[in-house]
């Protein structure tokens, strides 16, 4: 059973031999072929007994190459997916090199289709990763034009210069997670849907996450605005239009819309004669709030207002709707309810000072009762829940139906900007929470060099002023008290603009190596647990806070930012936040790590948006940046 090439050996070894010598050999090889098993036996046990050490040693490595076998060679097609339905992508990516036979087991659409349903759109329970979405764009007019003419997808790509800095002479294409079907010449092909095979969706958003993780971004800064961007909303999928919209809102009194596929201005919408400081749109209607006291309703797609609100007694600063209810809160520290079935409007009273945002949930333990059609159409569907979020530290959650403050969350020492929403499994959100807070009690209290130490030097860069007292320190059992220790990459300097502030900084991402805060030391049953809410602060405090909304209590504390946090977004992966210190963060939603920091505002980042590919981010230096991990190769 020998191969090819040692039969070629042997008989070239042979061939060297006398002609007495191959005779001899030759009779041997024959009569050990003619005898029959049982002798064939006898007369190897007979050799081996007369063979010294290197001769036993030469047929030990010889019948190592001889009995291999393939055990995939052997076994039905179905055992062989079964054993390689064990292995991780890593281990599949190896065993597609071993040969022709293996590529094809390995690289078998249903095993790819595992491995991405149990990393995609959420964390792998085995190996802790997971990665992107990514839903499926339609194709911009560019991509489309450049598909015609059998241009390279990359080619579109807008480049990153050796400096680091954005390249704007391309636009970015849209990214497809499935390309769609070519046009069809026949109506038997109508049906047929083309589809990639999985491990090249794997593939595809195994790079994304490793680009995220990396800090390995494509930029680029919109510039239109006069004045800083206060708001921003990015909207990837609308069925009235076939792009990505993007609009924001500035303290030049204007609203500018955008085309994201092409990265152009649509247009400019003005109306409103103070600055705008809250926004939201969806598919027809524009909603915008501004310091003027004023709500306004347009069409985002013409320019036209629809229709303007007046309640307020001073400045609308925040604002939210969803299908039934308009939400807006105010410097005059009201929250106004506005109904959009009648057209009537009522306020909720609590807040301090100035109410900075509102975010409305539909809690899905109550029964949702909509009013019926004789009820007060002033009535709000039972189940209509709002946050609210103020200057005077508080946040405080409401029942729309009753029109009451059923909860507050305390534990901010400054105001709170800016408040999101996000659905965890519970199971694994109490698992972590018990072992951090086990971690943060097993370690030794100490103070130095925390964020909340009364030891901080007061008037310098990076620290308070010296006529603003350093709040106390939280308990040492303080979920969070421990932060994680941050190893900064070679250059890193958040405060090097405040040495030269007219200097233009250079756009980047750095990288953080983060040690994990803790490891459960049980796995996590997530088979019946249901989806929890879970509450994300962000606050001039420089801190982040997750908050248990059920319970009320603080799950973990983020510490980074030098200076106050403006904006907080989130998605079922990662935490992102922009400060006042001009930089945005990129944290681990489960863990609280900050995995990656972003400089190159010249201004406080004041808004911020998060897709499954890239961040949106707006800033009191007037620009719009876009930081595009997808589009980096």
């Known amino acids: ?114 491995i991405c349903e149990q990393h995609i759109d959420k964390k792998c329970n085995k190996c802790g990763w997971a990665l992107p979405l990514m839903k499926r764009q339609l194709p911009s007019p560019l991509k489309r034009q450049r598909a015609d003419t ?47 095979p999985w491990k090249n969706v794997y593939c595809e958003r195994l790079k994304l996450e490793r680009n995220w993780r990396n800090g390995r971004f494509v930029g680029r800064t919109l510039k239109g605005h006069t004045d800083g961007v206060m708001c921003l909303q990015y909207a990837e999928h609308l069925a009235t239009v076939k792009y990505p919209v993007l609009i924001t809102g500035s303290y030049d009194h204007t609203v500018r819309v955008w085309n994201m596929a092409e990265g152009k201005e649509l247009r400019c919408i003005r109306g409103h004669t103070r600055a705008i400081r809250a926004l939201q749109f969806d598919d027809v209607k524009l909603i ?43 410097v005059d520290t009201t929250v106004r309810v ?24 539909t809690d899905p333990t109550q029964n949702r009762v909509s009013p019926s059609p004789n009820a007060d159409p002033s009535d709000v569907s039972t189940g209509k829940m709002l946050f609210s979020s103020s200057d005077d530290g508080m946040i405080r959650l409401w029942d729309l139906a009753n029109r009451a403050c059923i909860r507050s969350f305390t534990g901010h020492t400054g105001q709170v900007q800016s408040l999101k929403l996000l659905m965890v499994n519970r199971n694994k959100l109490m698992t972590q929470y018990v072992a951090r807070l086990q971690n943060s009690r097993s370690s030794e209290p100490s103070t130095s060099g925390h964020p909340y130490s009364s030891t901080l030097p007061s008037g310098l860069p990076g ?47 750095y990288s953080h190596v983060v040690k994990p805060r803790y490891v459960p030391d049980q796995p996590v049953d997530v088979s019946d647990s249901k989806p929890a809410p879970i509450l994300v602060t962000g606050s001039l405090d420089n801190t982040i806070r997750v908050w248990d909304v059920e319970s009320g209590r603080v799950l973990n504390t983020l510490f980074g930012h030098i200076e106050g946090v403006w904006a907080v977004a989130g998605d079922k992966l990662r935490i992102i936040s922009g400060s006042h210190d001009r930089t945005i963060k990129i944290w681990d939603r489960d863990t609280g790590a900050c995995q990656t920091t972003l400089v ?7 808004c911020v948006a998060l897709t499954d590919d890239k961040i949106v981010s707006g800033s009191d230096d007037g620009d719009v940046k876009i930081w595009d991990f997808g589009a980096y190769d």
């Open 150 to 196: 059998d241009t390279p997808v990359h080619a579109i790509k807008r480049i990153k210069t050796e400096s680091g800095c954005f390249s704007s002479e391309t636009p970015i294409a849209s990214r497809e997670s499935t390309p769609p079907p070519p046009p069809s010449t026949s109506s038997a092909s109508t049906s047929e849907v083309r589809t990639r």
């Open 338 to 361: 506005w109904n959009f079935r009648n057209q009537d409007s009522f306020v909720l009273r609590g807040h301090l000072d100035w109410v900075n945002s509102v975010l409305l949930w």
């Open 600 to 606: 190159g505002h010249r201004g406080a980042v004041t």
């Open 1 to 114: 059973m020998a191969d090819e090439g040692a039969n070629v050996a042997m008989q070239q070894s042979l061939d060297a031999l006398p002609l007495a010598e191959r005779e001899a050999v030759n009779r041997i090889w024959s009569a050990f072929s003619s005898s029959p098993h049982p002798s064939r036996a006898l007369i190897l046990k007979g050799i081996l007994t007369m063979c010294c050490f290197s001769q036993l040693s030469l047929l030990s490595n010889e019948l190592q190459n001889i009995i291999r076998l393939d055990p995939f060679s052997v076994f039905p097609h179905e055992i062989s997916l079964r054993i390689l339905a064990c292995l991780d992508a890593i281990s599949l990516g190896r065993a597609a090199q071993v040969s022709r036979r293996w590529r094809g087991l390995a690289d078998d659409d249903a095993l790819w289709k595992g």
């Open 288 to 330: 915008t709030g501004s310091m003027d006291a004023s709500l306004r309703i347009w069409n985002w797609r013409t320019g036209e207002c629809v229709r303007e609100l007046q309640g307020h007694s001073a400045g609308v600063v925040t604002l939210n709707f969803d299908s039934e209810v308009l939400v807006s809160g105010s």
């Open 463 to 509: 620290f308070a002023p010296a006529n603003v007292s350093i709040p106390s320190p939280p308990s040492s059992d303080h979920p969070g008290y421990q932060s994680p220790e941050l190893t900064p990459p070679d250059g890193f300097d958040p405060t090097a603009y405040r040495t030269n502030p007219n200097s233009l900084p250079i756009d980047a991402a």
